[in-house]
């Protein structure tokens, strides 16, 4: 089955900084992957959702890229504030043959903490 | 104001106790979802519902039970027969199942702790 590593557990940058988080899965592509942003002790919420054909995508100071040859989604925050401060989930398709097979699934997030 | 409801917020059991813990919507989504996460893990699905009156297991399903009798309601029941029940849960509903193509939304949890 398809397996996602987000691999940083933890993130530490200065405020103003670009944080950059990594997404690898295993499988075959998935068509969408999402980020969804949690703070302590809440649900996720969703911040972004990219198609496989999309190599790129932007809101505000959040922006995804998606290297299905690398099987890798990197997530970028520009101009890093300590509100920013949380753990970042990437979740896509379960499906073992890639697509939009399957339930979404989670990775375990990577908590990022910004300094002022 | 549309969303998705959780209650009770923190949850206190007795080993042997059945609970169950509500889910409401009012976002006219199909799809319903309830995962658990415990601390360094990610969201593990425990049930899924795309349609009144049908749902289906997911990844760990084993000692818990849902109802889905109304579109708005999907409430979780953890019996007796879950081993290890002391976790965070988080129920979600999306427009529809198409995976990973509709995004969720999630509910602000419930924390279950066995005494």
């Known amino acids: 089955s398809q397996k996602i590593e987000q691999n940083s557990e933890a993130l530490n940058i200065q405020e103003g900084k670009t944080a950059t988080l990594t997404c690898n899965y295993t499988n075959y592509s998935p068509a969408y992957l999402q980020w969804y942003r949690q703070d302590p002790g809440r649900g996720p919420v969703f911040l972004l959702l990219?198609?496989?054909?999309?190599k790129e995508k932007r809101k505000e100071r959040l922006k995804v890229t998606f290297d299905t040859t690398l099987k890798q989604s990197l997530f970028h925050i520009t101009a890093s504030q300590p509100a920013d401060s949380a753990t970042y989930l990437c979740a896509l398709a379960s499906g073992e043959y890639g697509g939009s097979q399957g339930n979404l699934i989670f990775g375990k997030g990577t908590k990022l903490s910004v300094k002022p | 104001d549309g969303g998705i409801t959780q209650s009770p917020k923190y949850l206190f059991r007795k080993e042997g106790q059945n609970v169950t813990l509500s889910c409401e919507q009012n976002?006219?989504?199909?799809?319903m979802y309830w995962y658990r996460q415990d601390p360094g893990q990610g969201l593990r699905l425990i049930y899924y519902?795309?349609?009144?009156?049908?749902?289906q297991k997911g990844d760990i399903a084993e000692g818990y039970s849902v109802s889905r009798e109304k579109k708005e309601s999907f409430p979780l029941t953890v019996t007796s027969a879950q081993k290890n029940p002391t976790a965070f849960y988080l129920c979600?509903?999306?427009?529809?199942?198409?995976?990973?193509?509709?995004?969720?939304?999630f509910g602000p949890g419930t924390r279950l702790t066995v005494l």
């Open positions: 976002l006219n989504h199909d799809a």
């Open positions: 519902s795309q349609i009144v009156n049908d749902f």
């Open positions: 979600a509903s999306s427009m529809g199942l198409a995976g990973g193509y509709n995004e969720q939304f």
């Open positions: 990219i198609r496989e054909n999309e």
